[in-house]
């Protein structure tokens, strides 16, 4: 099953949508996405939000990636904030006991507008 | 009466969402919530991956065996492969308080199995034997509750 993942630069930082299912074959591919990204954007940006909502499941693979997302962010200063995540991604960081790491919104719209 | 599926897949990620995709059918059809069924299946997918990762070396030309056993009290799977045998005192779970990528599969699978057996025994690879209670087997509790 293949990942897609489409980015926008927004006012209030660059937001990364991911469609489709993060596993061991398709969670190697987002570091590469995302670099691609970063050179890819127009202007500087503070902080990165990660739409999930079009992620249906997502296994430890998953988890350790945005990890390294957010560890690479914290040497940045960039803000990093997950949203809309579906069930089955909320049961993986419930298990993983992440969900207190991580900047978790229900949507993209209260991830954007909530102060720093 | 206690029926069995096996299903065979190549020692590549790519097939495990096929192994997902067949199970999640089967777990809600046995009685497991919706929750219960995500969970199974991440479980599985983790063992699957473990495979593929340290067993085989990501080595694509071997095999992937399923077994489930259901129908009865409890959902037994077997994961069956040919590889590398790892060594059993190495295998825990890691503490979840390090916010580190990785090692988070063993945690998974011990968090959501009632019982998870490393057979290094045969002649070569590993049989992981994982055992879930069902939820009418559970005193007090109604098939589908979370």
Same mark, same amino acid.
């Given at each position: 099953m293949k990942l897609d993942m489409t980015t926008e630069l927004m006012a209030s930082g660059l937001v990364v949508r991911l469609q489709g299912d993060v596993d061991m074959n398709t969670s190697r591919d987002i570091p590469c996405l995302l670099d691609k990204a970063f050179a890819q954007a127009t202007a500087p940006f503070k902080a990165l939000f990660i739409d999930l909502s079009g992620v249906r499941y997502m296994d430890s693979s998953g988890i350790a990636t945005l990890v390294e997302i957010l560890q690479q962010c914290g040497k940045t200063g960039t803000r990093l904030r997950l949203c809309a995540l579906s069930p089955s991604v909320r049961d993986v960081f419930e298990l993983a006991r992440l969900g207190s790491v991580f900047q978790i919104y229900p949507t993209l719209d209260e991830a954007s507008q909530h102060g720093d | 009466m206690i029926q069995t599926m096996?299903? &065979?897949?190549?020692?590549?990620?790519?097939?495990?969402?096929?192994?997902?995709?067949?199970?999640?059918?089967?777990?809600?059809?046995?009685?497991?919530?919706?929750? /219960?069924?995500?969970?199974?299946?991440?479980? %599985?997918?983790?063992?699957?991956?473990?495979?593929?990762?340290?067993?085989?070396?990501?080595?694509?030309?071997?095999?992937?065996?399923?077994?489930?056993?259901? !129908?009865?009290? =409890?959902?037994?799977?077997?994961?069956?492969?040919?590889?590398?045998?790892?060594?059993?005192?190495?295998?825990?779970?890691?503490?979840?308080?390090?916010?580190?990528? !990785?090692?988070?599969?063993?945690?998974? %699978?011990?968090?959501?199995?009632?019982? &998870? =057996?490393?057979?290094?025994?045969?002649?070569?690879?590993?049989?992981?034997?994982?055992?879930?209670?069902?939820?009418?087997? /559970?005193? !007090?509790?109604?098939?589908?509750?979370?």
């Open positions: - | 096996t299903l &065979v897949v190549p020692s590549h990620p790519r097939y495990l969402c096929v192994i997902r995709s067949a199970l999640q059918p089967l777990l809600l059809d046995e009685g497991f919530s919706e929750k /219960e069924a995500r969970t199974i299946v991440l479980a %599985i997918d983790e063992a699957c991956s473990n495979i593929i990762k340290y067993a085989y070396e990501q080595d694509s030309s071997k095999t992937i065996a399923m077994t489930l056993h259901f !129908g009865g009290e =409890t959902l037994t799977v077997e994961l069956k492969d040919t590889g590398k045998k790892p060594d059993l005192a190495k295998i825990t779970p890691r503490k979840l308080d390090e916010i580190r990528p !990785g090692g988070l599969g063993t945690h998974f %699978i011990s968090s959501v199995f009632d019982t &998870v =057996t490393y057979d290094t025994s045969g002649a070569e690879g590993t049989l992981l034997t994982l055992i879930k209670l069902k939820p009418a087997a /559970e005193p !007090g509790r109604l098939p589908h509750e979370t």
